[in-house]
Each structure stands twice: as C-alpha cells, then as structure tokens.
C-alpha cells in the first residue's frame, strides 16, 4: 500500500474519515456528549486541523482511496495560542453549548502545556492518526506514520503525541513511543497518555 501526501481537494473527506475513526474516542465522548452533534463537530475540528497542517505538508493518507490520515506539524511550525483557539471556537459554541466549547478549550490548552513540559527541544507533533473502522487491524496506521518516523530518525529529532486508550499506547509503544505521563485534564474526564519518541 502506497502513502502519499494528501491534496488539497481531499481534506474535506479525510475529515470525514477521522472524524467516524474519532467517534468512540473516550475524550470525544467527554467533550462531546450530544451524538446528534458529535460527528459534525469532530468532521469541523479535524477540517480545520487539516487544513492547517496541509500548509506544512503534514498530512499523509493511503493512495487512491482515503482510508486512514496521519497529521503533523514539524519543528517551527507556529504554536497555537489560546486566543488562535477561540476564534474559531464561536462554531463549537454556536453548535455544541458551552459545556463542550468550554472542555474543548481546556483539553487544548492542557495539552499544550504538556508538550512544553515534555517536548521543549524542536520536534514533530502527531496533531491526529485515523483509520476508517472497516479498515482498521490492517497495519495503515503504522504505514502511515512511516513517512515521518523515517525522517525523524535519519535527521536525530524528536516526535511526540497524546491518546486516549489503553489500546492506542500499545500500537504507539510498538511504534518506538515511551509514555511521559498518565493523566487527565479534569477531574471527571478520561484519562489521556502523552507519549514521546527519541530518534532510533
């Protein structure tokens, strides 16, 4: 199977693609609660996501038929500001209430202050790795972040992400990553692992 970078013209789908893989997520669901708005709301963020990345040639899917995304940012790409964040926030707002855009909020700044306390050297950002359901358990979501933990390795840098399943650090420790720390972001939210790999 071929990786190849994603086009401009299939961000819309590869939205739709991570947003169905995103559904179940338990930090989707904490955020998220409302069914009827999570599948609009989760195909907005990682529009917005991508779209981004796509500037930094970050996003890489499988050839032909979109059916997995991984999602980067590479050293020097600007870092987002909680003011970046709320911009475009008014959408979650107006879509999903306060409670949701409140959490959503908090979730990212809360993240991003992990990543400056576990990554402050320059480093690759997994912003989102996805794979259709029907096509998971298949080995895509390894292939698709090849592209960059190749590059990582031949140029000594580092790379780091967060998840939210027990399942999801498995396949990522399998992938070289090492867990920094186990936590949650409020009191009643699921647990989240941040993770960072060392170049290999």
Known sequence: MQIVLLGDGEIERAATVMAGAFASDPLGLYILPDPQNRLTMLSWFWRQALHRNHLY??????????RGVASWL???APRETLWDLWQPFWQVLRCAGWRSTYRCLALLEFVERLRDRHCSSPHWYLDGLAVAPESQGQGIGSLLLQPVLERVDREGQTCCLYTSTERAVRFYQRQGFTVCEEVRFQTQAPPLWYMVRSPQ
């Open 57 to 66: 040639a970050g996003n890489y899917t499988t050839a032909g038929e979109i």
């Open 74 to 76: 590479p050293p020097g």
